[in-house]
């Protein structure tokens, strides 16, 4: 497939990732996999306590790799969780990181056979990531595989967030 084609299975929304009726979820999620704020937090709640009651058993995720639920309440059949790095300034690994848990993510939805997946924008909340470089990652990991896809969504909270992955994909797909 050229590029041409592997962009035109990309889309950007704003909205929450809850709700969309996609193959796969991801989270962004910390290493205790238990919850927490953010997208995590909302994943969480709509999905219900079965998925705590789950990743209880998990052992945790390291840092850049990918763990796979099922959905439980939410429209989604399944979530994966994911780890992104916590951004220290880019010096300590951080863009290895953030790729590795967009590949490892893929990889593993392609594993389970998923055709539509959907992700938040990984590491740029209250891990810091600067949004524009993660984006780069983002959108670079997910063309890599979109060939194996019928649709990978990014899928922002905030106008400002989706405008950044349109410049993104822009810049990477003309
Ligand atoms: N739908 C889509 N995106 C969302 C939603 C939602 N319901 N809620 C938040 N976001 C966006 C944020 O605006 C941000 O752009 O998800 C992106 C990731 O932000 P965080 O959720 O803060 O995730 P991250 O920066 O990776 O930090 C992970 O935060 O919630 C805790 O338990 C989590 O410790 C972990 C850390």
């Known amino acids: ?98 790729r590795r848990a967009y590949r490892n993510s893929l990889q593993l939805a392609l594993d389970k056979g998923v055709r539509t997946i959907a992700f938040p924008a990984i590491s740029t909340g209250v891990y810091g990531y600067p949004k524009v470089p993660a984006a780069r990652i983002a959108v670079e990991s997910a063309l890599e595989v979109a060939a194996q896809f019928e649709r990978i969504l990014f899928c922002t909270y905030s106008e400002r967030d989706e405008a950044v992955y349109r410049q993104v994909i822009e810049e990477l797909c003309t």
């Open 1 to 98: 497939m050229n590029r041409k084609d592997a962009c035109s299975r990309l889309s950007v929304c704003t909205g929450d990732i809850t709700r969309l009726e996609v193959d796969a979820v991801v989270n962004a999620a910390n290493n205790s996999l238990l919850g927490g704020g953010g997208v995590d937090g909302a994943i969480h709640k709509a999905a219900g306590p079965e998925l705590l009651d789950l990743a209880r058993t998990l052992g945790g995720c390291p840092t850049g790799e990918a763990r796979v639920t099922p959905g439980f309440r939410l429209p989604a059949r399944w979530i994966i969780h994911t780890v992104g790095p916590v951004w220290r300034g880019g010096t300590q690994g951080e863009p290895e990181l953030l």
